[in-house]
């Protein structure tokens, strides 16, 4: 009896041991899977190699000057501290956001940066495609950017920062946009426009390309899919065969890639070889243009990653240090001045 | 080894499977919005 009562007790307690030990692990993977998504999510691996710790020592910003009649058509200006010099280099910089989202407030921490290195720098907004602007477009933004860099260089100059040369840059629409008016657009520009750079950026509309959208099934339906959505990006009625020089001709408003020649500016891109919302090939394109054309660039190809270069902050982080020996060597800053 | 011993080794093991899931699961989602591989390229 007494034998009983002992093996009784023992095997409550095993199983009482079971239960807690379960629950342990089952907490202990909670709270390790949590952290681990919290720590992805949040994890920054260039810690401020590419940001500032902004104020006034640094620079100082204006914002939201007006360049247009559109609601949209602001920019943000930021000002190095150093204001002693005869000229200054601009670099502009666009934000992403699929022509449809996005503001150039999202971009404040690469613009600081690059003004902390001594560079006029600005975020320009443009009119986003929205129930309220159906009629905007990829062309239309563009034309806006064209219309803005006047703007932006005479409130420079007004606010004591003479700027004499340029660079022009974007992330996803913000490139593709900066990519068309660096090849397109460049020689309105009232400074020269020294390089452009940015990263994962749409600079050609051929159907095969956009595998990621179903364009390449080369059926009646996927080929007037891509007309649609090419032809709102260039906001008109495309008519001609894809393929043809006369497509080339129609697309050629929004096709940074065909206005590639021998006197395009020094480029420096990133894209990611897994890319769902542009497509990959389309960069290969612009590649085959830039090595053509023997002009000045970097390719950047992240080979494990998507849109957002996420998966490879080794070749993200080769890109953003590249920028900065571009500038050093197309707008370097003249100390002496 | 010791029952205890056993138990701190599992729950060490679950500890590290379950950060990697985490991270892959993190990783899974980007891709599914951006594209991306789940293997490959930076760790952390």
Redesign the interface.
Known sequence: MRRERKETKEKKEKRRGRVMWGVIYVAAFLVAFGGSVAFKMTYNPFGDEFSVDWNDSVGRVYNDIAYGEGEANKFDLYLPADDTKSSYGLVVYLHAGGFTSGDKSGDAEILEWLCQRGYVTAGINYTLVSEEHPDASVYSQSMEIKESIPYVIAEAEKLGYPIDEMAISGGSAGCCLALLYAYRDAKTSPVPVKMVFGAVGPSSFYPEDWKCYGFDLGTEESDAAAREMFGAMAGKELRAEFGTPEYDEEIKDISALLWIDENSVPTLVAYGKYDKIQPYEGSKRLLAALEENHVPHDYYLCEHSGHGLQNDNKVYGKYMRKITEYLDAYMPIDETM | MTLTQK?IL??AI??????????L???AV??V?????L????F?
């Open positions: 138990r599992i729950l679950v500890i590290v499977t379950a950060a990697v899931l985490g991270r699961a993190v990783r980007l891709n919005l951006l594209g991306g591989t293997f490959g390229g930076n952390l």
